[in-house]
């Protein structure tokens, strides 16, 4: 039976609060009225956290502060006891100074292990939503296959290409599918252990996020908030597809999954482009930029040529079971650059054509660089920096 939740029931614990999702959980609960633990790895590091703090000022609810780590037994015993429900954002992806493929997967299931001996000894937690990723859905398939919440990242393994096949061999080397499948097993084992403990748990599957930046700190590599980032200072990428979704609707649907009566155990919500509008080659995101910054370099693709198109899928369960109200694709890159531009974090060049690619080489860095990214894999690293040289 479903058991919906409010901010009248009790408070409520957030993981990963200090990052760039998990912040705007907080934001979103906070104005709503919940009492929130935000738990964070350092809660003594001001840059990372004094944003959290200064949500106290901005809604009907109130935020403290915890020091959590995921990988130590019995880290949230204390927070989360008397809390009523969970929001479980924190994990290791991988950008941190040491990170492997084998830590991306372990601070995905390993850590979760962890972290329900402490939901459960709390004996108070009703509900959790577990912020799993598209990665956890997205399978080999055709170019246009559309993808629902019944489609898993296990599916279709066997035409899974040399090197990314699914199994803890190559978890050890290759950080996308530690990464995928950490996630695809997490979320199966927090719905079978909530079935077992009597309580409720939720997967939230987004793709690419990006929106405001709450705080400088979450220009962080190998995010897409950062590449947009890229892209204002005149940095040229290798080409994608984009399937875009806000920021602000990845924390809003997840107070919305709490608050839900209609919904049940094992039930998980894609997070993705509302329509046609948010799916798009990476060089409509660029003439979207153009448009709203006129006059400086605007990075685009590093080479021409066409993305393939994909992966498609579309929001539907959070509209028509939870009524979000999404955010278009053009307001999240708007506001993402926006926020960039007012913390300072980015510095634009004049002049539309003054962007680096194939052949105008302007000296520019990249700050989403995946080729300094700690747990990336070898052949992906070498196969980057080909291309972009
Ligand atoms: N951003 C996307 O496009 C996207 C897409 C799909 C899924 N996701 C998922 O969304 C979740 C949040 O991602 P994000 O983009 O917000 O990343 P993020 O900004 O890097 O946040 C991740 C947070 O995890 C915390 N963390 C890492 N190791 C920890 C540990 N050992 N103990 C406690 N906390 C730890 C970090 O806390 P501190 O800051 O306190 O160090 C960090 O703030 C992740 O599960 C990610 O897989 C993100």
Redesign the pocket.
């Known amino acids: 039976m479903a058991n919906p939740i409010g901010p009248q029931d009790g408070p409520v614990a957030v993981?990963?609060?200090?990052?760039?999702?998990?912040?705007h959980i907080v934001k979103d609960l906070v104005e709503h009225g919940y009492a929130v633990r935000a738990?964070?790895?350092?809660a003594a590091?001001l840059a990372?956290?004094a944003h959290l703090n200064a949500m106290n000022a901005t809604g009907a609810g109130s935020v403290t502060l915890h020091t959590?780590?995921?990988?130590v037994a019995g880290?949230y015993d204390e927070v989360f006891s008397g809390c009523i429900g969970v929001f479980?954002?924190?994990?290791?992806?991988g950008?941190?100074v040491g990170s492997t493929p084998q830590k991306v997967y372990d601070?995905?299931l390993t850590?979760t292990r962890l972290l329900l001996d402490s939901l459960k000894k709390a004996g108070s937690v009703r509900r959790l939503v577990y912020?799993?990723?598209?990665?956890a859905v997205g399978h080999p398939a055709p170019e246009g296959h559309v993808y629902t919440e019944d489609s898993w990242a296990d599916m279709n393994k066997d035409q899974r290409r040399e090197g990314s096949t699914w199994d803890m061999d190559t978890v050890a080397r290759n950080r996308e599918v530690a990464?995928a499948m950490t996630?695809v097993d997490t979320e199966r084992y927090v719905y079978a252990e909530a079935d077992a403990h009597g309580f409720e748990a939720f997967g939230v599957?987004?793709?690419?996020?990006?929106g405001p930046l709450l705080s400088a700190?979450?220009q962080?590599p190998w995010?897409?908030?950062t590449r947009i980032g890229d892209m204002l200072e005149g940095y040229g990428h290798p080409r994608m597809f984009w399937n875009i979704v806000d920021?602000r609707d990845?924390a809003a649907t997840q107070r919305l999954i709490v608050e839900c009566p209609d919904n049940a155990n094992g039930d998980r919500y894609n997070?993705v482009a509302a329509d046609e509008s948010g799916l798009m080659p990476q060089d409509a995101v660029q003439a979207i930029l153009r448009r709203l910054y006129p006059g400086i370099g605007i990075g685009g693709n590093y080479r021409d040529g066409p993305s393939r198109r994909g992966p498609v899928a579309f929001l539907e369960k959070v509209v028509t079971q939870l009524g979000l109200e999404p955010k278009s694709a053009e307001e999240a890159i708007r506001d993402n650059a926006d926020s960039l531009l007012a913390w300072g974090l980015v510095q634009t060049r004049p002049g539309e054509d003054n962007w680096q690619r194939d052949g105008r080489d302007l000296g520019i860095k990249s700050k989403w660089n995946p080729h300094t990214y700690p747990a990336i894999d070898p052949a992906l690293r070498k196969e980057l920096e080909a291309r972009e040289r």
């Open positions: 993981t990963g609060s200090a990052g760039y999702i998990g912040s738990c964070v790895r350092d590091n990372n956290t959590c780590d995921l990988t880290a479980h954002a924190a994990a290791e992806m950008n941190l601070g995905g850590a912020t799993s990723s598209f990665a990464y996630k599957c987004p793709c690419h996020v990006i700190t979450h962080r995010a897409w908030q920021v990845v997070l």
